[in-house]
């Protein structure tokens, strides 16, 4: 039901851009339950009809990984098993923030503390700029062959990056964790419409802008802290990439990767000035906890989209 409230929508959305925008269609078939499978020891029973169940087997990993933790729901697809789980947790009241800017190559964090700190996802860029040349090589003008070498690469690229985010979120959270530190992100919205064709951009530009996992990282992020107890707040994107985070002021660009104040008369890194500017908008943000301060409440691993948490190899799958 939630993957088919996300794809509706979509659609509502596309459809207030494009009157003529196509109507959505499940390509992939899934079996989603939240309140009739069972997990018995090392297997997981899921109702597939009246009477009739299959079961998987689990691995020590994924056992451990729910170990304590409350199943909400399960998502089975034919190359794999998704399971949501919820805690209760105590919310953190932080005692300082961790600004994060989120670019193309590298994620960087200013901390209340005066530290800051680079994650390179530079392997990432080259990830997306290979499948995107192994894809534009392929010249056969069979649409069901295309798609699924498209699908093929598409999965191969999804797979790597999202590995690489998902170490980069673990760490910012970990320290946020041990620091107390509550995190503060950028409202990023609309950034896709900035990079159309026809927007005056060369295709690599626009490409390599529009395969950006900006909102990917903020997923990863979120969750992780959500499930630690810690708090995430947002602060608008208006001037954190142009106004010095010492005074204020109009910055200039000052080389590839330096800004240059003149009321300060320093040149400044752009993507640490970004992070601080960040942190220091966060300074008047109120952390809201989900519910009243000191109060447990209910994390959740997962999303509106059913986003694999766990996986168990679906050749595990037996007949009941």
Request: positive net charge; contains cysteine; proline residues 3%.
């Amino acid at each position: 039901m939630s993957r088919a409230a996300g794809i509706l929508r979509n659609y509502r959305k596309e459809l207030k851009r494009n009157r003529s925008a196509r109507v959505p269609s499940v390509t992939r078939l899934s079996l989603t339950d939240c309140y009739g499978f069972r997990v018995v020891h090392r297997l997981v029973r899921v109702p597939v009809r009246r009477g009739e169940y299959i079961f998987i087997v689990l691995n020590d990993h994924t056992l451990r990984s729910i170990s304590g933790h409350t199943p909400r729901s399960l998502t089975l697809t034919a190359n794999g098993l998704s399971i949501s789980l919820s805690k209760e947790i105590a919310e953190v009241e932080p005692v300082g923030a961790i600004g994060i800017d989120r670019n193309l190559d590298n994620v960087t964090t200013a901390d209340s503390d005066g530290s800051t700190l680079r994650h390179d996802l530079g392997r990432a860029t080259e990830i997306k700029a290979r499948c995107r040349e192994t894809k534009s090589h392929f010249k056969r003008n069979d649409a069901r062959i295309r798609r699924v070498v498209y699908g093929k690469y598409g999965r191969i690229q999804r797979n790597r990056v999202n590995s690489l985010l998902h170490n980069v979120s673990a760490s910012i959270v970990k320290r946020a964790k041990k620091k107390r530190f509550g995190i503060v992100m950028e409202e990023i919205k609309g950034i896709h419409r900035l990079y159309r064709k026809g927007n005056g951009q060369g295709t690599n530009y626009r490409a390599r802008l529009n395969s950006w996992s900006f909102y990917e990282l903020q997923r990863q992020i979120e969750y992780k802290a959500r499930w630690e107890g810690i708090p995430v707040a947002y602060v608008a994107a208006r001037g954190t990439s142009v106004n010095c985070s010492k005074c204020g002021s109009r910055t200039y660009p000052n080389g590839r990767r330096t800004l240059f104040c003149p009321k300060c008369d320093v040149s400044v890194d752009r993507d640490v000035n970004a992070a601080r500017n960040i942190l220091a908008k966060g300074r008047g943000v109120k952390f809201t906890p989900d519910g009243p301060p000191g109060a447990r409440v209910e994390a959740v691993k997962g999303n509106e989209m059913t986003t694999p948490i766990l996986r168990a190899d679906g050749g595990k799958v037996t007949q009941g």
